[in-house]
């Protein structure tokens, strides 16, 4: 299971991430919230939260921002 992180210094950017992103592995309870890291288990290793996070707010380990 890959280790992912998101930053919360960048919380402003990455809110629409979740909605971005096709495996279910964000959540976001409300706008104003940040998003969590959940189902890393769903993870196929595309890159695209590393990819669509402005401001380098993702961490993947397997991907370098």
Same mark, same amino acid.
């Given at each position: 299971?890959?280790? /992912?992180?998101?930053?919360?210094?960048?919380?402003?950017?990455?809110?629409?991430?979740?909605?971005?992103?096709?495996?279910?592995?964000? $959540?976001?309870? !409300? !706008?104003?919230?940040?998003?969590?890291?959940?189902?890393?288990? $769903?993870? /196929?290793?595309?890159?695209?939260?590393?990819?669509?996070?402005?401001?380098?707010?993702?961490?993947?380990? $397997?991907?370098?921002?």
């Amino acid at each position: 299971m890959p280790k /992912i992180e998101i930053d919360p210094d960048f919380v402003h950017q990455v809110r629409n991430l979740c909605y971005q992103l096709p495996m279910g592995i964000f $959540n976001q309870e !409300d !706008d104003d919230l940040i998003p969590t890291v959940e189902n890393k288990e $769903n993870c /196929i290793l595309c890159g695209r939260c590393v990819d669509n996070c402005p401001e380098d707010g993702v961490e993947h380990e $397997n991907f370098k921002n």
